[in-house]
């Protein structure tokens, strides 16, 4: 059997390794146009910013690491012209030598990944402009920066890329300003944990723009919107990836409702013998169960391993995706997985949100603040999503939620999780675990949570509340809640005839502990409505200097 594979990145040269491992009969046969194969595109900006010395260490195969390892012949700038499927052949042209050649196949694989998404902005072909894509734009910028010694760095985007860049810039030196065409930072986040990232950028010097966008590039400087003008002597386009489908769309290929490729769980397109993988097809997602599209090497190299051994008479399914991302700014780790608030909302959940400030080892073995904030279904307390913002031991939660999320566990689960405890890691009740406290006694105990932005919203429309802080007087008098009442946790058993139990009444304290601890006694004292406020004092007032910026 001759298997043809458009593609030698990540999914590509995945799905060729599985096909062969699979027979050692069959011709494998990889074209890409690029003059770099099966790269770590994720390593990029840290090469940039120095913390990667060697470029090579993100090329490390290569087609004669290919050829000896798995008998598989790569051929480096050839690209595909046309497929006929009908006839099974496709157009191919050497880009080297400029000569056009037939070629036919038994199956084939479309790996054709995606391209820099490049808004049509004035200016954006001078040459001090560059979208970060794949090794060669790398090196491009490299030896941008070697020759030209840029000062003023504007990025356009807030995703991963863009972030890594930034970070990576500020430590070569560079003023960086980021612009953003949505109201907040990361556009994956709610919106009250990427206000933690902006703040971080800020207190880092990085100057952010959030809803603008750029009218025009020039030589010197970037007009953006408001008639404000940066300084720039280097722009950075990171505004997003677009599937590369215009090969697939001319072969007949179906696209799915993203514009992005549609495959099955095999990952067989619409035509009969043709597969497709990596950043080409649209996904599902793992709990609406919907078509989506998130580029991650990580989901093409198990596309790809998938394609490959199907395309070789096997039967492995795709299982879906959450969208799960971490990436590094700084010395903050910023992670997400399953659905965010808006997405949960949007499709109709009910949701019990939670903000669980913890450290993630004990203090006294040195350990650092996370506020991990959890989406679950009021209705059945399944764990929708979370998102985490902290400087150590985010990497290892995340997976851990990511894995909860993906066989359904419900917030009465977490609790009941044997995790690995000792001081230099964690604390004995880990923050997983209070996760599953607290949104396990939101949603089965009674004890429901209010976010700032509902208790806010309330208090505008002038709604009758009864707002407690339980701290102690000084903690009360450096800032609290508007019109709240100071009771402090040890005075409130001595204090209940002077509350209304038939009000809506909320408590909180700095993080959130004994704001419940409070809610407990007012609800066993025949309280009718007791509501801790989530993430206590510290995210609300998070939440009001928000506020406070986006009014300006």
């Given at each position: 059997m001759r298997i043809i594979i458009i593609g030698a990145v990540a999914a590509g040269t995945s799905a060729a390794a599985k096909a062969r491992r699979?027979?050692?009969?069959?011709?494998?046969?990889?074209?890409?146009?690029?003059?770099?194969?099966?790269?770590?595109?994720?390593?990029?900006?840290?090469?940039?910013g120095g913390e990667v010395e060697n470029g090579e260490e993100l090329t490390p195969r290569n087609p004669e690491f290919f050829k000896s390892k798995y008998n598989v012949d790569v051929l480096t700038a050839h690209e595909v012209l046309s497929v006929d499927p009908g006839k099974q052949s496709l157009q191919v042209k050497n880009l080297v030598t400029g000569e056009v050649?037939?070629?036919?196949?038994?199956?084939?694989?479309?790996?054709?990944?995606?391209?820099?998404?490049?808004?049509?902005?004035?200016?954006r072909e001078l040459a001090h402009v560059f979208t970060l894509r794949n090794i060669n734009d790398m090196y491009r910028i490299r030896a941008y920066l070697d020759t030209k010694s840029p000062k003023q760095a504007v990025i356009?985007?807030?995703?991963?890329?863009?972030?890594?860049?930034?970070?990576?810039?500020?430590?070569?030196?560079?003023?960086?300003?980021?612009?953003?065409?949505?109201?907040?930072?990361?556009?994956?986040?709610?919106?009250?944990?990427?206000?933690?990232?902006?703040?971080?950028?800020?207190?880092?010097?990085?100057?952010?723009?959030?809803?603008?966008?750029?009218?025009?590039?020039?030589?010197?400087?970037?007009?953006?919107?408001?008639?404000?003008?940066?300084?720039?002597?280097?722009?950075?386009l990171a505004t997003g990836v677009r599937p590369n489908v215009a090969l697939a769309k001319t072969m007949g290929v179906a696209l799915g409702s993203t514009g992005a490729i549609a495959v099955n769980a095999h990952m067989e397109t619409s035509l009969p013998g043709v597969y497709a993988c990596g950043d080409c097809i649209e996904q599902f997602h793992v709990v609406t169960g919907k078509p989506v599209y998130r580029p991650l090497g990580s989901t093409a190299n198990k596309t790809g391993r998938i394609a490959g051994h199907n395309a070789t008479g096997g039967d492995l399914e795709f299982r879906?995706?959450?969208?799960?991302?971490?990436?590094?700014?700084?010395?903050?780790?910023?992670?997400q997985t399953g659905?965010?608030?808006?997405?949960?909302?949007?499709?109709?959940?009910?949701?019990?949100?939670?903000?669980?400030?913890?450290?993630?080892?004990?203090?006294?073995?040195?350990?650092?603040?996370?506020?991990?904030?959890?989406?679950?279904?009021k209705k059945d307390g399944r764990l929708l999503g979370v998102q985490i913002v902290g400087e150590e031991g985010v990497d290892k939660r995340i997976d851990v939620f990511a894995t909860?999320?993906?066989?359904?566990?419900?917030?009465?689960d977490l609790v009941h999780l044997d995790l690995a405890y000792a001081p230099p890691f964690s604390t004995t009740k880990d923050p997983v675990l209070y996760t599953g406290m607290i949104q396990e006694n939101a949603i089965y105990g009674g004890r429901p949570l209010m976010t700032p932005e509902e208790l806010t919203k309330l208090q505008a429309e002038g709604k009758t509340i009864q707002v407690l802080d339980t701290r102690v007087k000084k903690q009360f008098e450096a800032g609290h809640v508007d019109e709240a009442k100071n009771l402090p946790h040890s005075d409130v058993r001595g204090s209940l005839d002077s509350l209304k139990k038939d009000v809506i009444t909320v408590t909180y304290c700095n993080k959130g502990t004994t704001g419940n601890a409070v809610q407990n006694i007012l609800?066993?004292?025949?309280?009718?409505?007791?509501?801790?406020?989530?993430?206590?004092?510290?995210?609300?007032?998070?939440?009001?200097?928000?506020q406070k910026k986006t009014k300006k």
């Open positions: 699979n027979g050692e009969s069959h011709e494998i046969v990889i074209y890409e146009k690029d003059t770099y194969i099966s790269y770590s595109g994720c390593g990029m900006p840290y090469y940039l050649f037939e070629d036919h196949y038994d199956k084939l694989i479309l790996a054709t990944g995606a391209a820099a998404a490049v808004p049509p902005i004035p200016g356009v985007g807030t995703g991963f890329i863009g972030l890594e860049l930034a970070e990576n810039f500020v430590k070569q030196g560079m003023n960086v300003t980021l612009v953003e065409m949505l109201p907040q930072v990361t556009p994956g986040l709610d919106s009250d944990m990427a206000d933690m990232v902006e703040s971080h950028l800020e207190k880092k010097g990085v100057l952010v723009l959030t809803g603008s966008t750029v009218e025009e590039i020039r030589e010197k400087d970037v007009r953006i919107s408001q008639d404000r003008e940066v300084k720039a002597d280097l722009v950075i879906g995706v959450l969208g799960t991302g971490i990436f590094r700014v700084f010395d903050l780790t910023v992670a659905l965010s608030t808006t997405e949960a909302e949007k499709e109709g959940y009910e949701v019990s949100i939670s903000h669980n400030i913890k450290p993630n080892k004990p203090e006294y073995m040195g350990g650092r603040e996370m506020v991990i904030k959890s989406v679950a279904d909860l999320i993906t066989f359904g566990a419900k917030v009465s609800l066993n004292e025949g309280f009718k409505e007791v509501y801790n406020l989530s993430g206590g004092h510290k995210n609300f007032a998070r939440f009001r200097e928000h």
